[in-house]
Every structure is written in structure tokens, then in C-alpha cells.
């Protein structure tokens, strides 16, 4: 028609009028080839961010409702005298792991430190303690291991498996938001001329059933992508460190197995300071002097007033909550290895995966039956390697190589800053950065930003902490729980530890 000529040399095609319908309609084609492709990934990672997020929050708040049901039922009146010290717990574990500034060892630490205050109160109910006597007592817990090794391995175990789901959650949502950001392509003027000519010039010349030939269409689109391209190696890196700590779940750092028997984790601590605690109060007493004692009238006016069972009532099976989010860690993480397996070089398969679009060409048949840029013929040009520096010999596509996508390289920063976190939680080693929830999402790539504004998302800071974490038998602790309980010597610590409680916890 009047609107058409016969393609000439250079990109243009059509009339100026047509060629500025096409080249919109050849980005639109482009940007829905690449987002189709890459929404799929996208909505795998969100689906399984969410997920475990939902798994890791249910499972606090059952392990904190057993923790609280146990002990209603074993202490009664005494623990729910003192239950805010351990909502504190929960409290601070799952503000770690939203991302809250919360120093694990520290945070359990103190709460060892408060639980032997006020132990120590109640089973030496007829002494008055300063808070600075109390204070003295606190220094002696690391020598006089008065909970035992409870604390030592429930710090090491909590600290590993929190620190693994917390990093490992966030990795999914770093995955989700860089393939938003990425897949959100913008082509330049010289990739929409490049677009142009491979989708919409054939119908210039009549040819329109022809398609673009493959190794054409896969030129074009390793130069629209090149900086794509680019993103895969961290890409995968980041992948493999997400898969590390994947394994670390389903084994030592397993959250799940720290979780769930914390509740008689922490009574079988309580039973050994009561059954150590004449040891424990005279080498306490040796260290921070004789303390005061009380007047007898308000000693047995403070037994009188107690009258608490403290009989220890192992869990049946049937009274726990249910597993969290209806699934179980193992299950999650199986499902999500295989995903992560599958999303590897992603980005260097993506022109290819375009190209087997039988919208965008013909494949790897009739290759002789083809749009090769300037008639329907084989397209006898090699495929130009991935990524941007190799586009310097890409024959379809005008690609600066000295102007990286600035966005792109953002990404490219925030999963090896990822990376880098996940390789510290596989180690063990705590790690802290910022809930990056409200970062913007309207960056298109192509777009460019300032340098200074393309610094990394995170701030990182690693504390190395050691040793082994051994997965918990729950139904053998409570049994052995129970049977420290039937001690002779322990019923009558815990006749004095129960009888005191009203007045001295508070």
C-alpha cells in the first residue's frame, strides 16, 4: 500500500508513519516474550517466600502456646505469676526473625539471667535479695551451670536454626524482587530498531508468514538482553548458596526440631537448678556473702499462703498443636530445592527460551525457509556469546558496552550481597540486614540510575558462633523429665520451690 516501500539498507522499513506503529507493537511483543517467561519465576519464588514465612511464624506461635499450655499445667499459679518473662521470649525470637536488631546470643542469655533470679529467690524463700545481690548471682551462671547444659545447647541450636530460616526466607524474597525488577526490560532505540526489523519487516516485503529465523531471532535477543546476560553468573552462585542452606534445614539447623520441644527444654532446665539448688546457693552464698534473712512471722505466713501441684504431666501426643501451615519443613524445603535446581541460568537461557516461541521464530527447522533480516534465506551470521562485553561483534544489535544497565548492576550487587549471607548462615554465623519490603518496584531495567543510588540493599555483619546442634527427642526429655520429678530429693526442693513462689515472684 501507499504506507509500505521495499526494505532498504539500515533498519527502516516502512513509512514513518507505519515504522512508528511497529516499533511500539515490536517492544510490546518483546516486553510480553520476557515477562511471560519470567512471571512464572517470579510467582514460583513469592509462593514459596510466603509459604515459609507463614510455616515459620505458625511454628513460634505453636511451640510459644505449648511452651505456655505445659506450663499452666505443671507450675499452675507459679508460672502464670511469671509468664511474662516467657512471652519476652517468644517476643524477641520472632522480632529476629521480621528482621528486628536482636543479638540472639545476648537475648537468651538474659533470659537465663532473669530465670536464675528468680529460681534462685524461690528456693531460698527465707533470705531477703537486693536487686545487687541478684546481680552477683547472675555473674556466677556461666561456672555454676546451675540449668545444666541447657542453655549452652539450646543457645546453639536456636541461634543456627533461627539464623538459617530467617536468611533462607529472605533469600526467596531477594530472588522474587530481582526477577521483578530485571524482567521489567526497557529496549533501547538501537534494540527497537534491531526488534523492528526482525518482527515487522518481513511485512514490508509481503512476506507475512515468514518468520525470523532462529539464530537471527537469537542474535537480537542476546543483544536486547545482553545486560541480562550478565546477572546470570551471580545468578546461579546465589542459587547454589540457596540450595546449601536448603540442605542445612532439612539436617542441624533444622527450626522445626529446635521449636518444637522447647517447651521441656527449658522444664528440664527448671528441675536442675531445683535439684542442684543446695549446691548452687551455697557457692552462690561463698562468692556474694551471707544474705539477710527473713523475719519467721513473714516466712511462714509466705509458706502458708502457697499451696501449688507442681507434679510434672508429660504431653500426650494428641495435645500437641498441629503441624504449622499444615505441612511439615521437609516437605517445604524438598519441594523448594527442586524449584531452585530448575531456576538456574535462568537469565542466559532466557534468549533462547524466546526464540523457541513459535511467535518469535521458526525454530531450529526450515532454517532455510526463514526471515534472515533482508530476505527469506538462511541466516549464515555465528549466534554472538552471552552478556554484554560480547556484544561488540553481535551483528544485529548496536550495543555500547561501556554503558552498563545501572539497575541491572544493582541486582547484580544485591545477590552477592545475598549470597554472602547465605554463606554465613550455612557456616553457622549470624547475620543482620534490613527488611528491603519497601523497596521501590518502579525501576524499569534500561531506565539507569545514578551510581551513588545503585549502592547495595543491605548492610552486613557477621558473629561467628561454633560448635554442634543435636536434633531433640521431645516424648524422651519429657520422660526424662518426669522421672527427675519422682526423686525423693527433687519433691522436696519442689515443695519449697512452690510454697514460697506467691510472695517472692512477682
Not at 20 to 36: G, I, L, P, T, W
Not at 50 to 77: I, P
Not at 397 to 419: F, G, H, S, Y
Not at 448 to 459: A, D, K, N, T
Request: glycine fraction near 6%; charge should be neutral; aromatic fraction near 10%.
Amino acid at each position: 500500500g501507499d504506507h509500505l516501500k521495499v526494505c532498504s539498507q539500515g533498519y527502516t522499513c516502512c513509512s514513518q508513519e507505519m515504522e512508528e506503529k511497529y516499533s511500539q507493537q515490536s517492544k510490546h511483543d518483546f516486553r510480553n516474550a520476557v515477562v511471560e517467561l519470567s512471571n512464572h519465576l517470579q510467582t514460583m519464588f513469592s509462593s514459596r517466600y510466603k509459604k515459609f514465612d507463614e510455616f515459620f511464624k505458625e511454628l513460634l506461635e505453636n511451640a510459644e502456646k505449648s511452651l505456655n499450655d505445659m506450663f499452666v499445667r505443671t507450675y499452675g499459679r507459679l508460672y502464670m505469676q511469671n509468664s511474662e518473662l516467657f512471652k519476652d521470649l517468644f517476643v524477641e525470637l520472632k522480632r529476629y526473625y521480621v528482621g528486628g536488631n536482636v543479638n540472639l546470643e545476648e537475648m537468651l542469655n538474659e533470659f537465663w539471667a532473669r530465670l536464675l533470679e528468680r529460681m534462685f529467690r524461690l528456693v531460698n524463700p527465707q533470705y531477703h535479695f537486693t536487686d545487687e545481690y541478684l546481680e552477683c548471682v547472675s555473674k556466677y551462671t556461666e561456672q555454676l551451670k546451675p540449668f545444666g547444659d541447657v542453655p549452652r545447647k539450646l543457645k546453639l541450636q536456636v541461634t543456627r536454626a533461627f539464623v538459617a530460616a530467617r536468611t533462607f526466607a529472605q533469600g526467596l524474597a531477594v530472588a522474587r524482587d530481582v526477577v521483578s525488577k530485571v524482567s521489567a526490560v526497557n529496549p533501547t532505540p538501537q534494540g527497537t530498531r534491531a526488534l523492528l526489523k526482525m518482527m515487522y519487516c518481513p511485512y514490508c516485503r509481503g512476506l507475512v508468514s515468514v518468520k525470523p529465523c532462529y539464530n537471527y531471532c537469537f542474535n537480537v535477543m542476546r543483544g536486547c538482553l545482553a545486560n541480562q546476560g550478565d546477572l546470570d553468573a551471580e545468578w546461579n552462585i546465589f542459587m547454589d548458596s540457596m540450595l546449601l542452606v536448603a540442605e542445612r534445614l532439612e539436617g542441624p539447623f533444622n527450626i522445626e526440631s529446635v521449636m518444637d520441644p522447647i517447651d521441656v527444654k527449658i522444664s528440664d532446665a527448671i528441675m536442675n537448678m531445683q535439684e542442684n539448688s543446695m549446691q548452687v546457693s551455697q557457692k552462690v552464698f561463698q562468692g556474694c556473702g551471707q544474705p539477710k534473712t527473713l523475719a519467721q512471722g513473714r516466712t511462714a505466713r509466705s509458706v502458708s499462703e502457697s499451696g501449688f501441684s507442681a507434679r510434672f504431666r508429660p504431653y500426650n501426643p494428641e495435645e500437641r498443636p498441629t503441624t504449622a501451615a499444615g505441612t511439615s519443613l521437609d516437605r517445604l524445603v524438598t519441594d523448594v530445592k527442586e524449584k531452585l535446581k530448575q531456576a538456574k541460568k535462568f537469565w542466559s537461557s532466557l534468549p533462547g527460551n524466546i526464540c523457541n516461541d513459535e511467535k518469535m521464530s521458526v525454530g531450529t527447522v526450515n532454517e532455510n525457509e526463514c526471515w534472515n533480516g533482508s530476505a527469506k534465506s538462511r541466516y549464515d551470521f555465528a549466534v554472538t556469546g552471552n552478556g554484554l562485553a560480547s556484544q561488540v561483534n553481535n551483528p544485529e544489535v548496536e550495543v555500547d558496552i561501556t554503558k552498563p544497565d545501572m539497575v541491572i548492576r544493582r541486582q547484580i550487587m544485591a545477590l552477592r550481597v545475598m549470597t554472602n549471607k547465605l554463606k554465613n548462615a550455612y557456616s553457622g554465623n549470624d547475620v543482620d540486614f534490613i527488611d528491603i519490603s519497601e523497596e521501590s518496584s518502579g525501576e524499569e531495567s534500561g531506565s539507569g540510575c545514578e551510581l551513588q543510588q545503585c549502592s547495595p540493599e543491605f548492610e552486613f555483619n557477621a558473629t561467628e558462633v561454633t560448635g554442634n546442634s543435636n536434633k531433640s527427642d521431645k516424648n524422651a526429655n519429657t520422660s526424662a523429665a518426669a522421672a527427675r520429678s519422682g526423686l525423693s530429693h527433687a519433691a522436696l526442693l519442689l515443695s519449697i520451690f512452690f510454697l514460697a513462689m506467691q510472695r517472692q515472684w512477682r
